[in-house]
């Protein structure tokens, strides 16, 4: 069946950096587009980053860009998500998501907590 693993999260002090890991399994990593997205308490669940298919177009919320960037590996069927700067505005719980057309998956998440 269909696996998303995302790895990387854990408490790091406002400014520090995180490289967030997605593990893709049971489905053709490279014909889906990734997104990630966050959720804090709380609060809805938003898109931070999507990368396209062949990792050659990728698109940011305005509450990462300049600090984070999305990336694939589709060799290694995984998806990055480099976090620099961060803010303790970041802290949520963080998901990867793969879709295709109306096929939609999602990891379990990995929190992310900054401290001030």
């Known amino acids: 069946q269909v696996q998303l693993v995302e790895s990387g999260g854990g408490l790091v002090q406002s400014g520090g950096s995180l490289r967030l890991s997605c593990a893709a399994s049971?489905?053709?990593?490279?014909?889906?587009?990734m997104r990630w997205y966050r959720q804090a308490a709380g609060k809805e669940r938003e898109l931070v980053a999507s990368?396209?298919?062949?990792?050659?177009?990728?698109q940011y919320q305005d509450s990462g860009k300049g600090r984070f960037f999305i990336s694939r590996d589709n060799g290694k069927n995984t998806a990055y998500l480099q976090m620099n700067s961060l803010k303790p505005e970041d802290t949520a719980n963080y998901y990867c998501?793969?879709?295709?057309?109306?096929?939609?998956?999602w990891g379990q998440g990995t929190q992310v907590t900054v401290s001030s």
């Open positions: 990368i396209s298919k062949s990792g050659d177009s990728t």
């Open positions: 998501n793969a879709q295709l057309l109306t096929l939609n998956y």
């Open positions: 049971g489905l053709p990593f490279s014909l889906y587009v």
